[in-house]
């Protein structure tokens, strides 16, 4: 993988650092009434290539005159090339080391969702996951979604898992006994996309609250 890529452990790290300082503010009561279903949607920012990945499906990474990876598929044609490279600059033109990286119009990839509802019975259900664009193919992925309210927080891990050359995922859970009050669910920063031509993305975060009842 490439050097911008974040490590498993800084980004698991991370994850457990926002839902840390995260949840105190969260679950204070504002006095506000938090609406029972909410949808939210924001980037699938890109991180970098992983050239083995790439080379399982038919692509080679390489380095441009300017010093920028793309990737683009073996034996292409000049005009092929050229159009890799517009692609990538695109891509790369979005990646920022600052905080403002995860503005929500850091699409690059596509988009995520977050799709919440206080069902009653202290259950929410949720509907999460992502679409790429067009002329992208999702191979394989991992989603997690934290749970967190007055009892702690519970993860929901989807994958990881292969996907077959698809443009979209969707993943749909249910979750009871909770706290009733407030409560919010975030999608982690440890899930990711990995495309066919090598491209790694990653959802940016969001949170939908909810009042538990």
Known sequence: ??????????????????????????????GTPTPAH????????????????????????????????????KDASAQEDAAAQQKAAAKWSKVSTRPSAYAEHNDACGKAYLD??????????????FKLLSGDHAVFYYWKVDAVDGGGVTPKPFGPSSLAFRIAWEGNWTHG???????????????????????????VPLTVYYDIY
Request: net charge neutral.
């Open 116 to 129: 919440g509802n206080a069902i009653g019975n202290v259950s929410i259900n949720i509907r999460t996951g």
């Open 1 to 30: 993988m490439v050097s911008k890529f974040v490590t498993a452990a800084a980004v698991t790290a991370l994850a457990v650092a926002s839902l840390a300082t995260a949840a105190p503010s969260a679950l204070a009561d504002s």
């Open 38 to 73: 909410q949808v939210l949607e924001a980037g699938l920012s890109f991180s970098g290539y992983d050239a083995a990945v790439a080379e399982a499906n038919g692509y080679v990474i390489k380095t441009n005159t300017a010093g920028m990876q793309y990737s683009v598929k």
């Open 177 to 203: 006994g909770l706290t009733r009050g407030s409560a919010y669910t975030t999608i982690s920063p440890e899930s990711y996309v990995a495309l066919a031509d090598g491209s790694y993305c990653h959802p």
